[in-house]
Structure formats: structure tokens, C-alpha cells
């Protein structure tokens, strides 16, 4: 099954998205944004707009001298009589070649100007403006020149001053900040910020059910009792039970967790809240503490309903792990504790939460009371895969050939989101190679796609490199076959993939939970083998077994650090932990051992690999003809499947 929360197939039931995704508001349907909700906004900017180019064009128009003259000039033109009036303020005088005064239109708002040019100036004249200098005998010239002269009120520029140095600036600034703020995700409102994001989903409307979910029966069981306590809540009360605060589903990312919360809310039928545990934190500090507040209002509005955090260690982290300090992460966490201790069990609000590193979450989350029960969300079994792969086959056409059985044999160790990718893989794979059914090549072909990597069809290898690369991939065949407890090689291929030039495919027929010392030597051995192989024709090493020389020194390290398989340190676990205070899980902060056991377990490292590369190349030794044979005939198809492969060593009197 699936897990929104993460891995391969993204969110689904069991790894595909609903059909009918939940409108994000309680009553139904997503709420519209109004339409002209900010419409006075561009009202105002439009209208100062259309005022500023109307000022401009009525100057244009009446201005036919672009530049104001000297007043002793504008002097001299009314007493030669080319003026004949004057318009007079307190900043400009205007001088007209006309003796009519056109008629005025209303000038709105109080302007200083009217909005039809032509009812202020004439085709047929000229202005002069020249700036008035205090000289009272300007008048007696107008006067004993017979020039009409009158004044023009300026009131009206106060308000447009006003609005050009007030109005506008902050109109433009509360612009903006909304803009900011919207972008930032905190909402148009500064006064919002504390409102919780969650995505409410009313009731009803939650179309998933436990049918839809497969591979995790005993998780299932485990949220039975919260769906009947929010259906019949009587029944428990009645004896004096009280159902479980909050439940914490953990497990791997892609195994189903979110698929679980919606299914309980589903089949209870009430509202479901849905939150990630990094919508709380923002760049404000109380933010996160705000919106912990909010949420809870509302739900206890709503009650019975169930809240669904999902990602719980993005704000549930220990606070042993905060360096001091006013902590955003920490405020929300106090909040969260504090609002889980203060509703009463009895009330219908059931508290759900999913989580995939449940190590690093602060002890009092997990108390009873809170967190009162987890739920372990594993990876499926065989069973599981097989009804997890027939809920997303449902809606493909599958060929009668198909087998799901066999494909959830060899899918052991997937999730439920990668059986989900595998079903849509392998249907593109159909249509791409223009079939109109699915068949079993094509999930073959997705599942070495997820494990191996995409087909890099224009990487040519040289003649030497293929014949290494061959070498090398049957070298780890021939090994996994002749080693104890091994899986089966399923497909050697020489083919490059991803990164690798080459693969060997090794699918377990069956579930393994343990491990024991001899399969982890065994699992060094096959990763050796390529290398020895390689050596055993060339003389030398290349850099092709880089990846297997980790893998071996890894499994070899936990061996004697994490597992207690050393010589000298037999039943003791010697590994490494983090600071305190630091978030960063890493080995190399701080050992619990001295330098001297530090070398112990580098030479003890070094002492396994060196005992298992010489036990394989005494194999390899052994079987070099079968080696020889085995690489011909890659080299030859460059793919061998495993009948093939068995083939040939049975072929050789391999056993």
C-alpha cells in the first residue's frame, strides 16, 4: 500500500490519488475568491491615472508656448495689445491673444483645470505664461490697455497635492505589503498569520475506505476501535472508557500512512483536518504556537472530527536537540503538548499523526495521554503485495498471461507506493510499445526499471569494457549461485542502467525478517565476486566494483559495531552516536569507544573482507571455466534470465 506522505507512487489509495480530492473548506465546494475583492485598488490607481494624463493633456493643449517668458516681456506684449486677457494665480500668469473667455464645464473634485480641453482653449489664439513677480502696476497696464484680467482659484490643487503626497504613496505601500505577504504564504493580512492552514474536508466527502487500503490488516485493526468510538461513542462511555487521545502511525515513507488517517475518517464520516507538521513553523516567531491554537478552535467546533498531522517530527523534535533560545520549533511544540492535554477524551476529537523517523520525537509527545497508542505501518508481506497489486490492477487491462502472484513474488521488500509505480509503469510500457494489454514482460521490464534504472539504449560500450563488464556481473552470479541461503539470481544483464554498466538481479522467493552471520558473509561474498572476476582476466582492478567495495565494508562495520559478530567484542554493540544538541544523526561526532577499539575495528574490517575475497577467488578458481562460459554467452545476447543462467550451470556440471 501506499503513503501519501512520500516514496514512489505519491499519494493514492494505496498509492493513487482519489478520484474525488476533498474540497479544501468544510461546506463542500471550495470557496470562489469574490469577484473585485480588491477591486478598489485598481479603481483608485486608475483614476489617479486618468487625472495625471488629463492635467498633462489639458496643458498640453493650452500650452502653445512650452516654456513661461520674462515678466518684462509679458509686460511689453500687453501694452503692444497682443494680449488681450490674463488669467491670474497665486503661481502663473496666463496671457490669452483672445478677447473671449471661453465658457467653463464643471471641473469635478475641485481641480484647477477642466477636463475638456476645448473649453479652455482656442484653435485659433496663442498663450504666453510668464511667473508673477510682486509688481502692482501690472494692473494699472492692464487696465489703461483695456485687457480684461481675472483671477483663477487654486483650492483645488491642495486636494490634488494631498492626494499625489498622501494618498497615493500609502495606497501604493498597502499594495505592495499584501503582495509580500501573500507570496510569503502568510495570507493578505498580517493579522492572519496565526490562522491554521489545514485542509478541512467535510463530512461525507472523505471517499476512502479501509476496503481501499490492503497489505496492513493489523494497523487496520488497530483503528477498528477509533471509527466505532466516533460512530457509537455511547458504548464506550457507558462502561467508562475513554478511546485513545492520539494515535501515531509509523513506518516507512510510501507504506500508507495518510492512505490510513483518510480511510479512518471515511469510514467514521465526520470532518477530517489535514496539516503537515511544517505548515505550523513560519518566519515569525508564535506563529506556529498560534495556528496549534486555531486549529484545535476549530475542531472542538466541529468536534467529533479527526485532525491529521501529517511529516509529526517537522515540529515533534526532542528538545534535547535545541541549542536554547527563543525557538520558533519549540514554542509550537509546547502549544501542541499543552492543547493535547486540554480536551477531554470524551468529546469525539480524535488526534491522528504519521511519522517515518518516530526516534527523534520529544518523550512527552509519546506519553500515555497523548500519543496514547502507535501503530506500526510496515512494508507488506507476500499476501499483502499480491492485494495491494490487485487494487491498482483494477483499472488496467491486464493480459490473461499475467500473473500478479509472481509479480508480488519477486517484489519482496517493496512498499505500496513502488507496487503502485510498478502497475503504471508497466501499463505506459504496454502503450508505449503499442500493445493494448498489459503482459507479464511489461512488469518485468518496471520492476528491473525501479531497481536497476532507466535503459541507457546510446551508451556503446568498447569491446574490453564489455568483456569486463561481463566478467564482473558473472562473477556475482556465479557466486550467488554456488552460496548457501543466497536469493536466486533472477536476471544478468550487461545492458547499462542508471549508473551502472551492468546488473545482476537477485529477487528473494520469500519474506526473510533475520539475518544471520553466515547470509551477511554470504552477501560479501557475491559482492566480491565481481571484482575477483575481473582480476582473474586482467591481472588487475578497475574502478568498476566502487559501489560493491561500500557495500561489503558496510555490511562488514555493522557486523562488529552494530550486531556484536567480532572476535573480541562478542555481544557488544559498538555504535556511534550523535552530539547532543545537534539534529545531524552522524557516526563521526562522537564514538563511545577509545582509539584503540576505533583501530580494532578497522583492522577487524579489513581482516573479514581479506578472509572472504580469498574464499571467493578459490570459488571463482574453481569455476573458471563455467566463469569463461557464462561471460561468452553474455557477452553474446547480453541478457540471460534465470532459466538461462541455470542452464548453463547445470550444463557444466555446476551443483
Same mark, same amino acid.
Given at each position: 500500500?501506499?503513503?501519501?506522505?512520500?516514496?514512489?507512487?505519491?499519494?493514492?489509495?494505496?498509492?493513487?490519488?482519489?478520484?474525488?480530492?476533498?474540497?479544501?473548506?468544510?461546506?463542500?465546494?471550495?470557496?470562489?475568491?469574490?469577484?473585485?475583492?480588491?477591486?478598489?485598488?485598481?479603481?483608485?490607481?486608475?483614476?489617479?491615472?486618468?487625472?495625471?494624463?488629463?492635467?498633462?493633456?489639458?496643458?498640453?493643449?493650452?500650452?502653445?508656448?512650452?516654456?513661461?517668458?520674462?515678466?518684462?516681456?509679458?509686460?511689453?506684449?500687453?501694452?503692444?495689445?497682443?494680449?488681450?486677457?490674463?488669467?491670474?494665480?497665486?503661481?502663473?500668469?496666463?496671457?490669452?491673444?483672445?478677447?473671449?473667455?471661453?465658457?467653463?464645464?464643471?471641473?469635478?473634485?475641485?481641480?484647477?483645470?477642466?477636463?475638456?480641453?476645448?473649453?479652455?482653449?482656442?484653435?485659433?489664439?496663442?498663450?504666453?505664461?510668464?511667473?508673477?513677480?510682486?509688481?502692482?502696476s501690472?494692473?494699472?497696464?492692464?487696465?489703461?490697455?483695456?485687457?480684461?484680467?481675472?483671477?483663477?482659484?487654486?483650492?483645488?490643487?491642495?486636494?490634488?497635492?494631498?492626494?499625489?503626497?498622501?494618498?497615493?504613496?500609502?495606497?501604493?505601500?498597502?499594495?505592495?505589503?499584501?503582495?509580500?505577504?501573500?507570496?510569503?504564504?502568510?495570507?493578505?493580512?498580517?493579522?492572519?498569520?496565526?490562522?491554521?492552514?489545514?485542509?478541512i474536508?467535510?463530512?461525507?466527502?472523505?471517499?476512502?475506505?479501509?476496503?481501499?487500503?490492503?497489505?496492513?490488516?493489523?494497523?487496520?485493526?488497530?483503528?477498528?476501535?477509533?471509527?466505532?468510538f466516533?460512530?457509537?461513542?455511547?458504548?464506550?462511555?457507558?462502561?467508562?472508557?475513554?478511546?485513545p487521545?492520539?494515535?501515531?502511525?509509523?513506518?516507512?515513507?510510501?507504506?500508507?500512512?495518510?492512505?490510513?488517517?483518510?480511510?479512518?475518517?471515511?469510514?467514521?464520516?465526520?470532518?477530517f483536518f489535514?496539516?503537515?507538521?511544517?505548515?505550523?513553523v513560519?518566519?515569525?516567531?508564535?506563529?506556529?504556537?498560534?495556528?496549534v491554537?486555531?486549529?484545535?478552535?476549530?475542531?472542538?467546533?466541529?468536534?467529533?472530527?479527526?485532525?491529521?498531522i501529517?511529516?509529526?517530527?517537522?515540529?515533534?523534535?526532542?528538545?534535547?536537540?535545541?541549542?536554547?533560545?527563543?525557538?520558533?520549533?519549540?514554542?509550537?511544540?509546547?502549544?501542541?503538548?499543552?492543547?493535547?492535554?486540554g480536551?477531554?477524551?470524551?468529546?469525539?476529537?480524535?488526534?491522528?499523526?504519521?511519522?517515518?523517523?518516530?526516534?527523534?520525537?520529544?518523550?512527552?509527545?509519546?506519553?500515555?495521554?497523548?500519543?496514547?497508542?502507535?501503530?506500526?505501518?510496515?512494508?507488506?508481506?507476500?499476501?499483502?503485495?499480491?492485494?495491494?497489486?490487485?487494487?491498482?490492477?483494477?483499472?488496467?487491462?491486464?493480459?490473461?498471461?499475467?500473473?500478479?502472484?509472481?509479480?508480488?513474488?519477486?517484489?519482496?521488500?517493496?512498499?505500496?507506493?513502488?507496487?503502485?509505480?510498478?502497475?503504471?509503469?508497466?501499463?505506459?510500457?504496454?502503450?508505449?510499445?503499442?500493445?493494448?494489454?498489459?503482459?507479464?514482460?511489461?512488469f518485468?521490464?518496471?520492476?528491473?526499471?525501479?531497481?536497476?534504472?532507466?535503459?541507457?539504449?546510446?551508451?556503446?560500450?568498447?569491446?574490453?569494457?564489455?568483456?569486463?563488464?561481463?566478467?564482473?556481473?558473472?562473477?556475482?552470479?556465479?557466486?550467488?549461485?554456488?552460496?548457501?541461503?543466497?536469493?536466486?539470481?533472477?536476471?544478468?544483464?550487461?545492458?547499462?542502467?542508471?549508473?551502472?554498466?551492468?546488473?545482476?538481479?537477485?529477487?528473494? *522467493? /520469500?519474506? %526473510?525478517?533475520?539475518?544471520?552471520?553466515?547470509? &551477511?558473509? #554470504? $552477501?560479501?561474498?557475491? !559482492?566480491?565476486?565481481?571484482?575477483?572476476?575481473?582480476?582473474?582476466?586482467?591481472?588487475?582492478?578497475?574502478?568498476?566494483?566502487?559501489?560493491?567495495?561500500?557495500?561489503?565494508?558496510?555490511?562488514?562495520?555493522?557486523?562488529?559495531?552494530?550486531y556484536?559478530?567480532?572476535?573480541?567484542?562478542?555481544n557488544?554493540?559498538?555504535?556511534?552516536?550523535?552530539?547532543?544538541?545537534?539534529?545531524?544523526?552522524?557516526?563521526?561526532?562522537?564514538?563511545?569507544?577509545?582509539?584503540?577499539?576505533?583501530?580494532?575495528?578497522?583492522?577487524?574490517?579489513?581482516?573479514? *573482507? /581479506?578472509? %572472504?575475497f580469498?574464499?571467493?577467488?578459490?570459488? &571463482?578458481? #574453481? $569455476?573458471?571455466?563455467? !566463469?569463461?562460459?557464462?561471460?561468452?554467452v553474455?557477452?553474446?545476447?547480453?541478457?540471460?534470465?534465470?532459466?538461462?543462467?541455470?542452464?548453463?550451470?547445470?550444463?557444466?556440471?555446476?551443483?
Open positions: 500500500m501506499s503513503d501519501s506522505s512520500g516514496g514512489p507512487g505519491g499519494p493514492s489509495a494505496n498509492g493513487e490519488e482519489q478520484k474525488n480530492s476533498p474540497p479544501p473548506f468544510p461546506f463542500g465546494k471550495s470557496p470562489r475568491k469574490p469577484p473585485g475583492r480588491f477591486g478598489w485598488k485598481f479603481t483608485v490607481i486608475y483614476l489617479l491615472i486618468f487625472l495625471a494624463a488629463m492635467s498633462a493633456f489639458n496643458y498640453y493643449m493650452a500650452g502653445k508656448s512650452s516654456a513661461p517668458i520674462d515678466f518684462s516681456e509679458f509686460k511689453n506684449k500687453i501694452a503692444s495689445g497682443e494680449i488681450k486677457r490674463v488669467e491670474l494665480s497665486d503661481s502663473v500668469f496666463v496671457g490669452h491673444t483672445t478677447e473671449k473667455r471661453p465658457a467653463e464645464s464643471p471641473r469635478p473634485f475641485g481641480l484647477p483645470f477642466s477636463l475638456d480641453p476645448r473649453t479652455s482653449v482656442r484653435n485659433d489664439e496663442k498663450i504666453y505664461r510668464t511667473i508673477p513677480i510682486n509688481d502692482e501690472i494692473i494699472a497696464l492692464m487696465d489703461e490697455n483695456k485687457v480684461a484680467y481675472y483671477a483663477v482659484s487654486r483650492q483645488g490643487g491642495a486636494i490634488l497635492n494631498l492626494i499625489l503626497s498622501w494618498v497615493l504613496p500609502v495606497v501604493f505601500f498597502i499594495i505592495v505589503w499584501r503582495y509580500l505577504m501573500k507570496r510569503s504564504g502568510l495570507g493578505g493580512n498580517v493579522l492572519s498569520v496565526g490562522q491554521n492552514k489545514a485542509v474536508v467535510a463530512e461525507g466527502d472523505i471517499v476512502t475506505r479501509f476496503r481501499d487500503v490492503a497489505g496492513v490488516d493489523e494497523a487496520k485493526e488497530e483503528l477498528v476501535e477509533v471509527v466505532d466516533l460512530k457509537s461513542p455511547a458504548k464506550y462511555t457507558e462502561i467508562g472508557g475513554k478511546i487521545k492520539g494515535v501515531l502511525l509509523v513506518g516507512p515513507p510510501g507504506t500508507g500512512k495518510t492512505l490510513l488517517a483518510r480511510a479512518v475518517a471515511g469510514e467514521a464520516g465526520v470532518s489535514r496539516m503537515s507538521g511544517a505548515d505550523f513560519e518566519m515569525f516567531v508564535g506563529v506556529g504556537a498560534a495556528r491554537r486555531d486549529l484545535f478552535k476549530q475542531a472542538r467546533d466541529k468536534a467529533p472530527c479527526i485532525i491529521f501529517d511529516e509529526l517530527d517537522a515540529i515533534g523534535k526532542s528538545r534535547n536537540s535545541i541549542a536554547g533560545g527563543n525557538d520558533e520549533r519549540e514554542q509550537t511544540l509546547n502549544q501542541l503538548l499543552v492543547e493535547m492535554d480536551f477531554d477524551g470524551t468529546s469525539g476529537l480524535i488526534i491522528l499523526a504519521a511519522t517515518n523517523r518516530p526516534e527523534v520525537l520529544d518523550p512527552a509527545l509519546l506519553r500515555p495521554g497523548r500519543f496514547d497508542r502507535q501503530v506500526l505501518v510496515d512494508r507488506p508481506d507476500l499476501k499483502g503485495r499480491e492485494e495491494i497489486l490487485k487494487i491498482h490492477s483494477k483499472g488496467v487491462k491486464l493480459s490473461p498471461s499475467t500473473d500478479i502472484v509472481v509479480v508480488a513474488r519477486i517484489t519482496s521488500g517493496f512498499s505500496g507506493a513502488d507496487l503502485a509505480n510498478i502497475v503504471n509503469e508497466a501499463a505506459l510500457l504496454a502503450v508505449r510499445s503499442g500493445r493494448k494489454l498489459v503482459e507479464q514482460r511489461d518485468d521490464e518496471a520492476i528491473e526499471k525501479t531497481v536497476a534504472g532507466l535503459q541507457k539504449k546510446t551508451r556503446v560500450l568498447k569491446p574490453q569494457e564489455r568483456k569486463l563488464t561481463a566478467y564482473h556481473e558473472a562473477g556475482h552470479a556465479l557466486v550467488a549461485a554456488f552460496t548457501a541461503n543466497a536469493d536466486p539470481v533472477q536476471k544478468i544483464s550487461i545492458i547499462p542502467r542508471g549508473f551502472a554498466l551492468g546488473y545482476t538481479m537477485q529477487l528473494p *522467493v /520469500e519474506d %526473510r525478517y533475520t539475518v544471520t552471520q553466515s547470509d &551477511l558473509l #554470504g $552477501k560479501i561474498d557475491i !559482492l566480491l565476486g565481481g571484482r575477483i572476476a575481473e582480476e582473474m582476466i586482467t591481472g588487475e582492478f578497475s574502478t568498476g566494483a566502487a559501489s560493491d567495495l561500500t557495500k561489503a565494508t558496510d555490511i562488514a562495520r555493522k557486523m562488529i559495531t552494530d556484536g559478530m567480532s572476535q573480541r567484542f562478542r557488544v554493540a559498538l555504535t556511534s552516536r550523535g552530539i547532543p544538541g545537534s539534529e545531524r544523526q552522524e557516526p563521526s561526532f562522537q564514538r563511545e569507544y577509545s582509539e584503540a577499539t576505533q583501530q580494532y575495528i578497522d583492522e577487524e574490517i579489513a581482516r573479514i *573482507v /581479506e578472509e %572472504r580469498v574464499r571467493v577467488r578459490e570459488l &571463482l578458481t #574453481g $569455476k573458471r571455466e563455467l !566463469l569463461d562460459r557464462v561471460s561468452a553474455l557477452q553474446e545476447k547480453e541478457t540471460l534470465d534465470e532459466k538461462e543462467f541455470n542452464a548453463l550451470v547445470r550444463g557444466t556440471g555446476g551443483s
